[in-house]
């Protein structure tokens, strides 16, 4: 019963240009949602959130947008950067404690 | 301040020996969670600890899984006669209430039994 759903594996962006990664989720109860970044050997970052009262929420180069309707949420990277070569992963929390995770998205920056 | 800490890094056990992983929170945080991700897979919650007690423990395997906080060191999480199903990455968090939005993450054990 995957709750938070990440359906790209991969995606590969050219430096300088846009990179979008989507999330989807079905449990109706989620009211907030979390970004987080993760290199290979470390532990996940957060990186950015948003409220459900909210359907955009910017800082610096990210960006969330949250469609409640579709229960879609995407982050967009402008412009990417080799740096942001990473696995990124969208979440959910549960309940106070329990953050439901998805399976996470690998974005490649090409030079 | 140091970030979260855990340790060992890496650790390799055979398929029946015992497994402890540890986890140092961040200085001044008492709350614990422990996840577990395998490959290709999101991180998975198991269990949720305060300074000597267990809150939420309702992603822990029934068996052969146990987990403590206890007052004085650090959180273990403890895998009595590991498979080769236990391998996998295993982070610890920490944060200062009890809402996991604020949690810090560690680097991760990656467990491997052999």
Known sequence: DQQVKQ???????????????????????????????????EGPTFLISISSIKDKNEDGRFTVFLNKSA??????????????????FCAAPDSNYQLIWGAGTKLIIKP | NAGVMQNPRHLVRRR?????????????HSHVYWYRQLPEEGLKFMVYLQKENIIDESGMPKERFSAEFPKEGPSILRIQQ????????????????GQNTEAFFGQGTRLTVV
Request: charge should be positive; proline fraction near 7%; hydrophobic fraction near 30%.
């Open chain 1, 7 to 41: 359906n790209s594996p991969s995606l590969s962006v050219q430096e300088g240009r846009i990179s979008i990664l989507n999330c989807d989720y079905t449990n109706s109860m989620f009211d907030y949602f979390l970004w987080y970044k993760k290199y290979p050997a």
């Open chain 1, 71 to 88: 229960k879609h949420l995407s982050l967009h990277i402008v412009p990417s950067q080799p740096g942001d070569s990473a696995v990124y």
């Open chain 2, 16 to 28: 029946g020996q015992e497994a402890r992983l540890r986890c140092s929170p961040m200085k001044g």
């Open chain 2, 82 to 97: 590991v498979v080769r199903g236990d391998s996998a990455a295993y982070f610890c968090a920490s944060s200062p209430t």
